[in-house]
T-cell receptor
Framework: AQSVTQPDIHITVSEGASLELRCNYS??????LFWYVQSPGQGLQLLLK??????LVQGIKGFEAEFKRSQSSFNLRKPSVHWSDAAEYFC?????????????FGKGTKLSVKP | DAGVIQSPRHEVTEMGQEVTLRCKPI?????LFWYRQTMMRGLELLIY????????DSGMPEDRFSAKMPNASFSTLKIQPSEPRDSAVYFC???????????????FGSGTRLTVV
């Protein structure tokens, strides 16, 4: 079965510093991959998605993610973090890897931003 | 578009009572998902629909939970009778446009925070 692992439960970075959130997936082929962000008291919002093609994808709010097949990873990055980026971030992969079925979410990484 | 609309935002009920959560998906989306979020278990899929038909309900915890989608613009998740362990945030999400498949990115509602005392 498909799975997604986010090794870091909680990360704290200083405002203006760079950020990388890790995500590893388990799937036999190249899956669709997603990153979502959840602000307190809110639903999840799609940051970016990867289906195929260029392995570096750009998303909203200045985020990007890179798909690395050799490492089964899809890490989320941002060059300079803003205080408003404090939230919880979820990586997700479809049950069947492609366009059908539901998404399986990682446990999430909570991001705190120091002034 | 107003997005996915869930109601109520908060629900406090006593154990044993019936609870009904409501969801209005984005117009034109043909997939609808119900998720439950808790600290211990994270985000769990309860059930999802495609074109108003339940496709996978294997995540529904037990017979106390039921979900319906009588038309393309409305879905309910019902818990009867409710128990304290049902306390969680319940999210509805919709996706897909005209048969393109559900995984071009979900749009989530703001959730219903359920507390069963």
């Amino acid at each position: 079965a498909q799975s997604v692992t986010q090794p870091d439960i909680h990360i704290t970075v200083s405002e203006g510093a760079s950020l990388e959130l890790r995500c590893n997936y388990s799937y036999g082929a190249t899956p669709y991959l997603f990153w979502y962000v959840q602000s307190p008291g809110q639903g999840l919002q799609l940051l970016l998605k990867y289906f195929s093609g260029d392995t570096l994808v750009q998303g909203i709010k200045g985020f990007e993610a890179e798909f690395k097949r050799s490492q089964s990873s899809f890490n989320l990055r941002k060059p300079s973090v803003h205080w408003s980026d404090a939230a919880e971030y979820f990586c997700a992969v479809p049950t069947y890897g492609g366009s059908q079925g539901n998404l399986i979410f990682g446990k999430g990484t909570k991001l705190s931003v120091k002034p | 578009d107003a997005g996915v609309i869930q109601s109520p935002r908060h629900e406090v009920t006593e154990m044993g009572q019936e609870v009904t959560l409501r969801c209005k998906p984005i117009s034109g989306h043909d997939y609808l998902f119900w998720y439950r979020q808790t600290m211990m278990r994270g985000l769990e899929l309860l059930i999802y629909f495609n074109n108003n038909v339940p496709i996978d309900d294997s995540g529904m915890p037990e017979d106390r939970f039921s979900a319906k989608m009588p038309n393309a613009s409305f879905s309910t998740l019902k818990i009867q009778p409710s128990e304290p362990r049902d306390s969680a945030v319940y999210f509805c999400a919709s996706s897909g446009v005209g048969g393109t498949g559900g995984n071009y990115g979900y749009t989530f509602g703001s959730g219903t925070r359920l507390t069963v005392v």
